[in-house]
């Protein structure tokens, strides 16, 4: 559920964020078993929904636009729609099925997706730039079940610990600072308000309490569960900000109303980059850490494939795949991408090619009765357990 209200980089586009929704489950067009062969998109219409700044028409800049010559290429038109949560995305998607042909989804959506039906299998033969994605992101379990694939990986990104430089010391190198209820720096935490957080808190526990025997974050039994939960409410008189708009974190980092917290790369680049920059520093802690990994995802009804398949071979093309990245802000998905950004250095920063970085880095992932780390001797809390956890948490 990445609550990631991202505007585009250097785009202040306001969202609001929905309520949890669902819709019934539709009886899926296509079989386990993808399309064998697509045609010519000419003529055909498509509407996206996505992560704001991975669909640019020029819209928001001029200079940002990998829309219109794919148009004019293709004969295919694009429409799109963005939306602020994972949440969201799965309400707007699933209360009018035939509404969009491709979505965007993180891990914490597209499971469910799969799940009720509303997405199609893909075949990664038809998408050429597929071969070209970082083996890392291929065949997960949030694009991949039972060996076959329902989506294209789009890019990634961590979910980090932030604080002020001037006003945190010594550095932290660890979650602990966040949770423990000591801490000098209670109401000053800002931490991101979403139920999928729990999962930070089961990172944590899983490497400073081990006899809870916790091996997946999103696989939790009830007493691993109860202390991922209780932790969280431990944290409460810490918490000043509860975020999903990443400008509300960086207004509140600028005035110092809060002085660390969980954040992303690119809300660090942003802060430092300001005039006078803002004294932050970011790192990924020795206990890990969560983080995103986006999948482009046919709807399983589309009568639109021919073109839903060109233009998600389009957006994960190197040259796209590196214009989208260095917009929104993320490690591109295409391996080719990294020698064509217009930042050199992108790909160091965000990791794009650093597989040290991405060890001990758990990808959201859909919580599950049925335990995603594989154990058939327990029930695991399901996403709706963490939905109403979340709001107990929060009070």
């Known amino acids: 559920m990445r609550t990631r209200t991202l505007a585009s980089v ?23 078993t993808p399309i064998a062969s697509i045609g010519s998109p000419e003529g055909q219409k498509i509407s996206v929904l996505a992560w704001p700044g991975y669909v640019e028409d020029g819209g928001t800049d001029p200079a940002v636009d990998w829309v219109t010559d794919f148009e004019k290429e293709t004969g295919c038109e694009v429409t799109y729609q963005i939306f602020g949560t994972s949440d969201e995305a799965y309400s707007l998607f699933t209360t009018n099925p035939e509404q969009f042909d491709v979505i965007s989804a993180s891990g914490d959506a597209s499971l469910r997706l799969v799940r009720a039906g509303y997405v199609q299998p893909v075949n990664v033969d038809l998408v050429p730039n597929y071969a070209d994605i970082f083996e890392a992101l291929k065949n ?44 000098p720096y209670a109401g000053k935490v800002s931490i991101y308000d979403a139920p999928i957080y729990i999962a930070d808190a089961a990172v944590y526990l899983m490497a400073t309490q ?22 969280l409410k431990g944290q409460k008189p810490l918490v000043g900000q509860y975020w999903t708009d990443y400008l509300k974190q960086m207004d509140a980092f600028r005035a110092g109303d809060v002085e660390l917290g969980t954040t992303w790369q690119i809300i660090t680049n942003l802060l430092q980059g300001e005039d006078p920059a803002v004294p932050v520093q970011v790192v990924k802690p020795k206990e890990g850490a969560t983080g995103w990994s986006d999948t482009w995802m046919i709807n399983s009804k589309s009568k639109n494939v021919d073109c839903a398949y060109a233009f998600i071979n389009h ?10 990245a260095e917009w929104f802000g993320e490690a591109p998905g ?62």
């Open 334 to 395: 295409n391996s080719k991408s990294c020698a064509l950004t217009a930042d050199a250095n992108h790909c160091d920063t965000f990791h794009a090619d650093d597989d040290a970085f991405w060890t001990g880095v758990w990808y959201w992932q859909t919580p599950e009765v049925a335990c995603v780390d594989g154990r058939t001797d327990v029930t695991c809390k399901g996403f709706d357990d963490w939905i109403k956890a979340w709001t107990e948490i929060k009070g």
């Open 140 to 183: 997960r379990p949030y694009n991949t079940v039972d060996g076959v694939h329902y989506g294209i990986p789009h890019g990634r990104g961590s979910n980090l610990l932030m604080a002020r430089t001037d006003r945190v010391s010594p550095a932290p190198d660890s979650w602990s600072i966040m949770f423990d209820p000591a801490s």
């Open 10 to 32: 250097g785009a202040l586009v306001a969202l609001v964020v929905a309520a949890c929704g669902g819709g019934g489950s539709p009886s899926p067009s296509a079989g386990p």
């Open 315 to 324: 957006l994960v093309s190197p040259e796209t795949n590196a214009a989208i």
């Open 210 to 231: 081990p006899d809870l025997k916790i091996t997946n974050p999103y696989a939790l039994d009830d007493a691993q569960f109860t202390a991922a939960v209780d932790l």
